[in-house]
């Protein structure tokens, strides 16, 4: 079975520093999508970015970019430019691709940003 | 487009009665989610729509619960004789097959339980 695990459980980072969020994830499978959400206190599960296994240049999304190592099975979340509106708890998410399966969620980080 | 809805955001029922939950998935969409998420933790899978088709529910869906979806359009997820451990939120989600979505799976705002 997939797993998803996030180690850091909380972080915190200044406002405008950058901060890096990890994820690692365990797969026998070579085709699948790898997600960041963010849920905020209104708790609504946003999309931050996708990654498609097979594409090896990393997404980028604004202010926010991922470190995809397929081979370490590792996809790390950058957010640039931090803003006090990106405290939430990010979630790293994966996915097969060619089915219509479910997502499976690791546990979570909670980003806090200070002045 | 008007997201994922669900309805109602919010029930206090006491144990022993029965919930139910509704979502709307976004109107192009032919797959549905429904997951649970308490407190601290990341979202489970429940149970997962292909149009009207019920494809697959997990070892956490007890007897208790059961989804439908008739039509293949909204979605309602019943819990009878709720427990104290039902207390959760219960997310709803939906995607489309079309290959250019990507496999994105947007979310609802959800359905917070408490049973007391």
């Known amino acids: 079975a997939q797993t998803v695990t996030q180690s850091q459980p909380e972080m915190s980072v200044q406002e405008a520093e950058t901060v890096t969020l990890s994820c690692t994830y365990d797969?026998?499978?070579?085709?699948?999508?790898l997600f960041w959400y963010k849920q905020p206190p209104s708790r609504q599960m946003i999309l931050v970015i996708r990654q498609e296994a097979y594409k090896q240049q990393n997404a980028t999304e604004n202010r926010f970019s991922v470190n995809f190592q397929k081979a370490a099975k590792s996809f790390s979340l950058k957010i640039s430019d931090s803003q006090l509106g990106d405290a939430a708890m990010y979630f790293c998410a994966y996915k097969e691709a060619g089915t219509a399966s479910k997502l499976t969620f690791g546990t979570g980080t909670r980003l806090q940003v200070t002045l | 487009d008007t997201g994922v809805s669900q309805d109602p955001r919010h029930k206090i029922t006491k144990r022993g009665q029965n919930v139910t939950f509704r979502c709307d998935p976004i109107?192009?969409?032919?797959?549905l989610y429904w997951y649970r998420q308490t407190l601290g933790q990341g979202p489970e899978f429940l149970t997962y729509f292909q149009n009207e088709a019920q494809l697959e529910k997990s070892r956490l869906l007890s007897d208790r619960f059961s989804a439908e979806r008739p039509k293949g359009s909204f979605s309602t997820l019943e819990i009878q004789r709720t427990e104290q451990g039902d207390s959760a939120m219960y997310l709803c989600?939906?995607?489309?097959?079309?290959?250019?979505?990507?496999?994105?799976?947007?979310f609802g705002e959800g359905s917070w339980l408490t049973v007391v």
């Open positions: 797969t026998s499978e070579s085709d699948y999508y």
């Open positions: 109107s192009e969409h032919n797959r």
């Open positions: 989600a939906s995607s489309s097959d079309i290959v250019l979505s990507g496999n994105t799976i947007y």
